[in-house]
């Protein structure tokens, strides 16, 4: 019988199984990025996404393109253990990337993004004009 490899970060994962692999199955597999909630509030979709951990801007980034949504960052331990002295071993560690299609009728020149206690809450409100546009990059306000 062959030992089962272990695999101690999602950027060793996604080194042995390529990123095609993961933008595949990143909507099914929640430990391919943060868990998501989405939902429809009255005047705006919001996006609730879990980053417990995550104590600095740095860590993570938003971007848009067309009406894709990228979160990307990296969770970090803030302690370190020999792997030889690690008796259980679930929290996921590494960098991370989810892309989420944004509805048309959403209003993306006034994306708000707020990161706290472990969650970034991002919401776009809803309008009737459509509009497509590329940002590099979004304000997160980091609250603690």
Do not use: W
Request: hydrophobic share 40%.
């Amino acid at each position: 019988m062959s030992r089962k490899k272990s695999v101690n970060s999602m950027g060793e994962a996604r080194r042995i199984l390529g990123e095609d692999f993961f933008e595949a199955v990143s909507d099914i597999l929640p430990l391919v990025g943060p868990r998501i909630d989405m939902f429809q509030g009255e005047n705006e979709l919001v996006i609730v996404a879990e980053l417990p951990g995550l104590v600095s801007q740095d860590d993570v980034q938003l971007s848009l393109e067309g009406y894709h949504l990228s979160i990307k960052g990296e969770l970090k331990r803030p302690y370190v253990t020999d792997d030889d002295k690690l008796l259980m071993n679930e929290r996921v560690e590494g960098p991370f990337e989810r892309r989420l299609k944004i509805p048309h009728h959403c209003d993306l020149e006034l994306i708000q993004a707020d990161f706290f206690n472990g969650l970034l809450f991002i919401r776009i409100p809803f309008v009737q004009r459509h509009s497509t546009h590329n940002r590099e990059s979004i304000q997160i306000n980091f609250h603690s």
